[in-house]
């Protein structure tokens, strides 16, 4: 009706003059806020340029508001180099006070708590408005997906979707969650989302199906660690201290990816540098207290067959994510009419790509199994 169509109007109208009227607020300056006692010592650097002239200037993070931290980051006309300065800020009170770190994400989520009761700012839209109240709860929607998605805790869900917020607003980092999560990513997508300047074990793909493919591995190390499935922070620090110089060499190497999980669970294995792969005498030897240990093919991953059926998958590699894609790929197996499963009593291990502070919607996962041809028996007819 004409009068439904009146009120629908003047709401939309409402919707434009709020939106309106934050749009064409200035961004904060970041000037120090009155009352608040400089406890954290962390200071960001800040180059202001004069000619050719760059004059360093520190800023403390306590300086700010949790509104104007929150409006600098959600906002996409803010430059990504000033965005990157406002994340090494909290990357240093991070590393040199963690209590501080915590409190200050702690004052970011009171923020955006504000408004999970308020309909106009916890609504999707379907532009982006330059409304502050509807940027956070582009954030609070998207924190509450991370966290069914993986069990994580505000505070570290929140420290994630701050990092992508580099190079785009609020209103565009949650569309870029919806379309990629709500799609089935293809190999060349998870290839995309493979970290960039990481070594990774090579191979050659022998068969490609539509959710998963056949690869022939060629032979590559690891260190590993054994762990109980609980244990996965300590296995994981115990192979990152090895990497990077907690050996008795004291001799820090390259990352590599992918991190591989084995026997259920029970194993961790970070893959060597490539320059070690021949010759694991070269590479340097764990600390013996460190439960490390250095091992050929894969650390067992290529022990039955170099070839590897994977298949590949986005998101949160939680438990039982990680069970229903291992189940599916021993299904997708056993249906193929080329291949077949060395054991099928064996798990299929889990690879993972990236680093914890990597969103669902960028993550490249995969489980594997050995696989071997199917061998076709010919039978000729007798002659009669």
Not at 255 to 268: C, D, F, L, R, Y
Not at 277 to 291: F, H, L, M, R, V
């Amino acid at each position: 009706s004409s009068k439904m169509q009146q009120t629908l109007l003047a709401s939309l109208a409402l919707v434009c003059i709020a939106s309106l009227c934050e749009a064409f607020l200035p961004l904060p300056t970041f000037s120090r806020v009155a009352n608040v006692q400089v406890t954290r010592q962390t200071c960001l650097p800040k180059l202001r340029m004069s000619g050719k002239v760059a004059e360093q200037v520190k800023i403390d993070l306590t300086s700010y508001s949790k509104e104007e931290f929150l409006r600098k980051m959600m906002s996409s006309r803010t430059p990504a180099a000033e965005k990157k300065d406002l994340l090494d800020s909290l990357r240093r009170l991070r590393e040199t006070n963690e209590a501080d770190y915590m409190g200050f994400l702690k004052e970011l989520l009171q923020e955006i708590d504000g408004v999970k009761d308020q309909q106009f700012a916890m609504t999707r839209w379907p532009v982006p408005l330059p409304s502050y109240r509807t940027k956070l709860g582009c954030l609070r929607r998207m924190m509450s997906r991370m966290n069914e998605e993986s069990q994580s805790t505000n505070e570290r869900s929140l420290a994630v979707i701050l990092r992508q917020l580099m190079d785009k607003g609020a209103w565009f980092l949650e569309q870029e969650a919806i379309e990629r999560s709500g799609k089935e990513a293809s190999m060349e997508e998870m290839l995309s989302r493979t970290p960039e300047g990481l070594e990774t074990p090579s191979y050659d793909v022998l068969a490609s199906r539509s959710t998963w493919e056949v690869r022939q591995y060629e032979e590559f190390t690891v260190c590993s660690t054994n762990m109980s499935p609980a244990e996965g922070f300590r296995g994981f620090n115990a192979l990152a201290n090895y990497i990077f110089g907690g050996n008795q060499e004291s001799k820090k190497m390259a990352m590599t990816t992918p991190v591989i999980n084995s026997q259920n669970g029970a194993k961790m294995s970070f893959v060597m540098p490539s320059s070690f792969w021949k010759d694991t005498s070269q590479a340097p030897k764990p600390n013996p207290e460190s439960g490390v240990v250095l091992e050929g093919q894969g650390g067992g991953f290529m022990k039955e067959s170099p070839m590897m059926a994977v298949m590949w998958f986005g998101g949160i590699a939680n438990k039982d994510k990680v069970e229903k894609m291992r189940a599916a790929l021993k299904e997708k197996v056993k249906e193929d009419g080329e291949w077949e499963l060395v054991d099928e009593q064996e798990t299929p291990v889990l690879m993972q790509y990236n680093d914890p502070f990597q969103p669902p919607w960028k993550r490249r996962n995969e489980v594997a199994a050995a696989v071997r041809r199917k061998v076709k028996v010919e039978v000729e007819a007798a002659a009669v």
